[in-house]
């Protein structure tokens, strides 16, 4: 098998088909693809971008070995979008963790 | 005048050696294989085979993965005591073969996951990908037609590995995922070895 152009135009069909939101619908739910849980925070324009996956659980996704699986506990956090579309949360914007508070 | 278009279709073949329980034997040559799933980490769902790459010897490590994955590391015993290695000759034409030992695959999987990557990024998502699910989703939305994927992967064969979940990263093993065990392996199957579970995990 090999990226021709036949093949090409299948696979750019497919994603020109496909709406964005259902893609990852798809992704996530069918496939269990995990989503990046990342805050992107907007004021006015771009201040920070914070990620809230530890190093850790990466590396483990990434290279986790393959015979056994891991279970590793997972502690769930309010998800960080519905803090951001909280207009009663004030964000300092000096601070570079704007939901400490 | 008559045009005739003709066809060529090549058909890649090669040999492969799947570990397991000797209980499962009898059902397996009678019945054919069975696939399994959720094996995000390797070739995604599917019949797996160790197969001749980047190891010289695919019966072997058959061996030595029926042999560790007969250990219960819940239970701490063995969950069978007779493991056994079965051989098939795998056909796949190669219009449906995903080889991910050579740069014609990878490109295939690398062009999805990018055109994934571009798309949810239009709505602001991100998403971790994993080798196992993209072949998944790739095969089962029909985005491409897999019957059989081969990958180069690491497992953990020695016991010291498994205890010490030690991981490297360079590859030792050369498998492939068959999802239509049906069309391509058939009923095409041969008991090679057969024994005694020698090790237990303790």
């Known amino acids: 098998?090999?990226?021709?152009?036949?093949?090409?135009?299948?696979?750019?069909?497919?994603?020109?088909?496909v709406s964005a939101i259902d893609l990852y619908n798809?992704?996530?739910?069918?496939?269990?693809?995990?989503?990046?849980?990342?805050?992107?925070?907007?004021?006015?324009?771009?201040?920070?971008?914070?990620?809230?996956?530890?190093?850790?659980?990466?590396?483990?996704?990434?290279?986790?070995?393959l015979d056994i699986k891991q279970e590793l506990e997972v502690v769930k956090v309010k998800n960080v979008e519905d803090?951001?579309?909280?207009?009663?949360?004030?964000?300092?914007?000096?601070?570079?963790?704007?939901?400490?508070? | 005048m008559h045009v005739f278009l003709i066809f060529i279709y090549m058909i890649v073949k090669f040999d492969g050696f799947h570990g397991t329980d000797n209980d499962n034997v009898d059902s397996i040559l009678q019945d054919g294989f069975k696939i399994s799933s959720g094996d995000k980490d390797w070739l995604g769902d599917g019949c797996y085979f160790f197969v001749e790459g980047i190891n010289k010897n695919p019966c072997e490590q058959a061996v030595q993965w029926a042999i560790l994955n007969a250990w219960d590391k819940i239970n701490r015993k063995n969950k069978y005591v007779t493991y056994a290695v079965l051989h098939s000759n795998i056909t796949v034409d190669d219009s449906k073969f995903l080889d991910l030992t050579n740069a014609d695959g990878v490109e295939i999987l690398d062009y999805i996951q990018k055109l994934c990557r571009e798309k949810l990024a239009t709505i602001g998502k991100r998403i971790h990908f994993i080798d196992g699910y993209l072949i998944n989703f790739a095969r089962t939305e029909k985005i491409i037609d897999i019957e059989v994927t081969k990958g180069n992967v690491y497992i953990k064969l020695n016991i010291e590995d498994r205890i010490h979940n030690l991981s490297r990263r360079i590859n030792n093993c050369t498998i492939c995922s068959v999802y239509l065990p049906s069309n391509n392996i058939g009923k095409n199957i041969k008991l090679v070895k057969k024994g005694n579970v020698e090790y237990e995990i303790g």
């Open chain 1, 26 to 65: 798809i992704l996530t739910q069918k496939y269990k693809f995990k989503s990046i849980n990342e805050a992107t925070v907007t004021y006015g324009l771009y201040l920070s971008e914070e990620r809230t996956d530890s190093s850790f659980l990466c590396d483990v996704e990434s290279y986790t070995y």
């Open chain 1, 1 to 17: 098998m090999k990226l021709d152009k036949d093949l090409k135009d299948r696979i750019d069909k497919y994603f020109e088909i």
């Open chain 1, 83 to 101: 803090s951001v579309m909280n207009t009663h949360i004030m964000h300092d914007n000096e601070c570079s963790i704007p939901f400490a508070a």
